[in-house]
């Protein structure tokens, strides 16, 4: 049966402990990656015109990326220290423990090809459409866009789906995470 708990100033800086710090990592990671995925980049795309969209883009993914590796890193280093079998058992991830350091290590996987390769291709062929525009004074998708854009713009939709691919694939494997965590028998098992 639950018991109340006084709250006192002693009681709140234990909360600041290796489990308090993994799901606040967790939550922050989890939120994050859902809101760039499904919200933010939608209403940024139906609020700005194209080009300031892409500009934005640019400037931020660099910047979730690298908040995504960072604080999968670091909840994959708890993990394996709360769980130092995992080590021992790589070769073996159908091991719940062992399933749960993959799919940290697939955000970081996803995330640090987003941000080192796939990111940075995607922005250039990016701007030397924006540039190639300017030039011809027609926007991609114009009947008469020159074949250097319509090479540009193919090139771009591939190098955009990678990434989205990518990201996709990391928000899964939190979403698992997330869910494995919410099912563990204790909260104190993380």
Excluded: C
């Amino acid at each position: 049966m639950p018991h109340n708990e006084l709250l006192t100033l002693s009681s709140l800086k234990e909360l600041v402990n290796l489990n308090g710090l993994y799901l606040a990592g967790f939550g922050w990671l989890f939120g994050m990656s859902v809101w760039v995925t499904f919200f933010g980049g939608v209403i940024a795309f139906r609020t700005l015109p194209r080009q300031q969209f892409g500009a934005l883009q640019h400037k931020t993914f660099p910047v979730y990326f690298t908040q995504s590796i960072a604080l999968s890193a670091a909840l994959l280093s708890i993990w394996i220290s709360k769980h130092p079998s995992v080590l021992a058992n790589l070769h073996q991830p159908r091991l719940a423990d062992v399933a749960q350091a993959y799919a940290l290590a697939t955000v970081i996987l996803a995330q640090g090809s987003n941000l080192f390769v796939v990111g940075p291709w995607t922005s250039k062929v990016m701007f030397k459409r924006h540039k190639l525009e300017k030039e011809e004074g027609v926007q991609y998708n114009d009947p008469k866009a020159s074949a250097q854009m319509k090479a540009l713009t193919k090139q771009f939709g591939a190098l955009h789906g990678v990434s989205s691919l990518f990201n996709l694939l990391a928000v899964i494997a939190l979403g698992l995470h997330g869910l494995w965590l919410g099912n563990a028998t204790s909260l104190s098992n993380i």
